[in-house]
């Protein structure tokens, strides 16, 4: 099984930069990619960034490409997301999820259905 647990969410305000992280526990050796996703009210979760865990390759949604960057602690077994130039509509729940499959395609289409999900935590932008 694993474990990840999402932290740094709150409130900051439109231009603004917060860094989220995430802690990969249990059996981490098992984990392929790792995402970062995100869900506002009424809206379907989405995923924004996605790497290959302990990897080098990384994919982005356009609507974050420039402004967020998903890097990771392979000694902590953390994985961030510093985002940068934040704005009122990036107002959500931020989730992390670890998949142990070895699919790159997971990653690289930003799929939601990955095995193990954080409990989230809540992102605020004010304008």
């Known amino acids: 099984q694993v474990q990840v647990a999402e932290s740094g969410g709150g409130l900051e305000q439109a231009g603004g930069s917060m860094r989220l992280l995430c802690k990969v526990s249990g059996l981490s050796s098992i984990v392929y990619n790792m995402g970062w996703f995100r869900q506002a009210p009424g809206k379907e979760r989405e995923g924004i960034a996605c790497s290959e865990w302990r990897g080098s390759m990384y994919h982005y949604a356009d609507s974050v490409k420039g402004r967020f960057t998903i890097s990771q602690d392979n000694v902590e077994d953390i994985l961030y997301l510093e985002m940068t130039k934040l704005k009122p509509e990036d107002t959500a729940m931020y989730y992390c999820?670890?998949?142990?499959?070895?699919?790159?395609?997971?990653?690289?289409?930003?799929?939601?259905?990955?095995?193990?999900w954080g409990q989230g935590t809540q992102v605020t932008v004010s304008s």
């Open positions: 999820a670890a998949d142990p499959r070895f699919d790159w395609s997971a990653c690289s289409w930003l799929r939601t259905d990955f095995g193990y």
